[in-house]
């Protein structure tokens, strides 16, 4: 545990001290965030908080080839470091290319291009799904439909991540809260199962943590600067590809431990659909919409999942709290059931989720209410209204 905290601290460390430069470096290039019909800003903004993201993921992965712990692992299936180099080498494609439309706003063919020649770099360098847990077995993926799914997945949770960067802090927050979701599980996988507690998806889970933890000070309201697309879309290819190591690359049913729990032995499938609950639930409404509109489904809007929490009422920081509650509910949420299948568990849980539903509906109702509050008070303070005709019997 203490090298993994080591591993976060750096990419915390690095990612904070990173993003003052590249915000400067935004600025004297022309990279900034112009206000549009759909934004919430109220004035431009610089980009580039991804490229000290980055910074932060390669610091954080460079260390992590250097301790022992991590590193006497090399040559097994779950290698730590052949893992976490070929994640970095597609990381450092999809930031470049965020980079490029940050600049220049690239044409989204051009921008999903690039999304998936980084998911192939990724694949190909070592990342790809072997097997799907399913029911009480391991449904085996061929070497081409491994690929192939491995890179449709890595694009589609890219998208999503980058759906959801729409209010200052929102999709850095949110990942942060998944990512802590799948090292929470894939560590205590290890050690429940007695599996090697060095590997690749608990080294990038919490590297992603570090990095979002070190960029947040500089991206919550009032924001100094955004992660721009190369950092939406760098965050969706390390959550995929988080996801793509701990799914297709740890087999729960060889864990006697897990034996008697569907549910735990399930999670690696489980999980990360919890985790990008909110993301990918944004990313199918929104393409429903555009689509029943006859739009494309990349042609931006304003009724993202964030945008109708503040149409609902709740302040800029509300709706990102609020965003974080559901995020960590339905992640951690479905974690606890799946470690500890309790009766307290779902009693918990179940709270919770009635407590967030009624604070996330509240504000317009509130909002009638002082409305009708101010009507009366005016029309006690007015009087009756004169009436221009007979009086009604």
């Not at 260390?63 to 006497?72: C, P």
């Not at 709270?351 to 009624?358: E, F, K, P, S």
Request: aromatic share 8%; proline share 5%.
């Amino acid at each position: 545990m203490r090298e993994y905290m080591l591993v976060l601290l750096v990419g915390f460390a690095v990612t904070f001290v990173l993003a003052p430069a590249c915000r400067s470096l935004a600025l004297r290039t022309g990279a900034v965030a112009r206000v549009r019909g759909r934004d919430v800003h109220d004035h431009a903004i610089p980009y580039f908080g991804g490229l000290a993201m980055l910074g932060g993921v390669a610091a954080a992965f460079l260390v992590s080839w250097r301790l022992v712990f991590l590193t006497r692992y090399t040559g097994t299936d779950n290698d730590p470091f052949r893992q976490s180099a070929a994640i970095l080498g597609g990381a450092t494609v999809i930031c470049c290319v965020g980079v490029l439309d940050d600049l220049i706003e690239l044409s989204p063919l051009l921008k999903a291009a690039g999304q998936v020649l980084a998911a192939g770099v990724t694949v190909l360098l070592g990342v790809r799904l072997f097997w799907i847990p399913w029911s009480d077995s391991l449904l085996t993926v061929g070497q081409s439909t491994s690929i192939l799914v491995t890179i449709f997945l890595i694009f589609l949770i890219t998208n999503a991540i980058n759906f959801i960067d729409g209010l200052d802090g929102l999709a850095a927050g949110v990942v942060v809260i998944g990512a802590g979701a799948f090292f929470v599980y894939a560590y205590w996988l290890s050690v429940e199962g007695s599996l090697i507690r060095a590997m690749g998806a608990s080294v990038v889970s919490v590297a992603i943590c570090g990095v979002c933890l070190g960029y947040l000070p500089h991206n919550f309201h009032p924001a100094r600067m955004f992660m721009g697309d190369s950092g939406s879309m760098l965050l969706g290819l390390l959550m995929a590809s988080s996801a793509v190591s701990m799914t297709g690359q740890i087999d729960p049913f060889a864990q006697p431990a897990l034996s008697n729990n569907l549910l735990a032995t399930l999670m690696p499938l489980i999980l990360p659909l919890a985790v990008l609950a909110l993301p990918l639930l944004d990313l199918v409404l929104a393409f429903v919409r555009r689509t029943w509109r006859g739009q494309w489904w990349f042609r931006a809007d304003k009724q993202h999942l964030h945008h109708r929490l503040l149409q609902r009422g709740h302040s800029h920081v509300g709706a990102v709290l609020l965003m974080y509650v559901w995020a960590a509910l339905v992640s951690f949420g479905i974690l606890a059931l799946g470690m500890w299948p309790t009766r307290l568990t779902v009693a918990v849980v179940a709270v919770v989720l009635v407590t967030t539903a009624t604070v996330t509906l509240w504000p317009r109702r509130r909002e009638a209410d002082d409305g009708r509050a101010a009507a009366r008070d005016l029309a006690e303070a007015v009087g009756p209204a004169p009436t221009t005709g007979p009086a009604q019997p």
